[in-house]
């Protein structure tokens, strides 16, 4: 990891450590309980995966697109040009080890755009406009989300969420 010693550097810790409490949480629900879904309306755990891979592979690759903007097409097409078709029945391992290299290959992607291009402007879904580095944070914030979500779909298996483990000095 470089020095904190830019906005940019910091934004990048913060969204390496969102990602890494997304492994983290993944990785605490059996292989064999990937399919699990609290209610038939919401996401799979491994549907949950793939969608915080397809998010982040977007964020970057808008981002640090010198001509990025949110609203030159949908987000299902966004996501079809940064992440292709990543399918979610794949067994744990996969997307755990699709997890650890798209989160490294965005956040490279971010550092080489730079910090002065993650500070230029750029339109968002709703249409206004924010700086890159403003967007990225919510990038991280909606990956936070997601890993409450996972951290809760653990606690529904029966099982202590990795931060809980990790506060209370287990493995």
Same mark, same amino acid.
């Given at each position: 990891?470089?020095e ?24 605490s629900v ?13 996401r799979?755990?491994a ?10 592979e977007m964020?970057?690759g808008?981002l640090?697109?010198p ?6 097409q949908?987000?299902?097409d ?6 292709g078709r990543i ?10 080890? /699709? *997890?650890? @290299?798209?989160?490294?290959?965005g #956040? %490279?992607?971010i550092r $080489?755009a730079?910090?002065?291009?993650m ?6 879904f ?16 909606h990956?936070?989300y ?9 606690? /529904? *298996?029966? @099982?202590?969420p990795a931060?809980t #483990? %990790?506060?209370?000095? $287990?493995?």
């Amino acid at each position: 990891m470089s020095e904190l010693n830019t906005l940019l550097e910091e934004a990048l810790e913060a969204w390496e450590y969102a990602r890494e409490g997304v492994i983290a949480e993944a990785g605490s629900v059996p292989a064999d309980r990937f399919d699990f879904r609290p209610a038939p309306e919401s996401r799979s755990v491994a549907e949950l995966v793939v969608h915080i891979i397809e998010s982040g592979e977007m964020m970057a690759g808008e981002l640090s697109r010198p001509d990025g903007d949110f609203t030159r097409q949908s987000y299902a097409d966004h996501v079809r040009e940064h992440a292709g078709r990543i399918p979610a029945d794949q067994p744990k391992e996969a997307l755990l080890a /699709l *997890l650890r @290299r798209t989160g490294e290959g965005g #956040r %490279r992607r971010i550092r $080489e755009a730079g910090e002065i291009a993650m500070l230029q402007r750029i339109r968002r879904f709703d249409g206004l406009e924010g700086t890159r580095l403003a967007w990225m944070n919510h990038g991280i914030d909606h990956e936070m989300y997601h890993c409450g979500q996972l951290a809760l779909y653990v606690r /529904l *298996l029966g @099982r202590v969420p990795a931060l809980t #483990r %990790r506060i209370r000095g $287990e493995s």
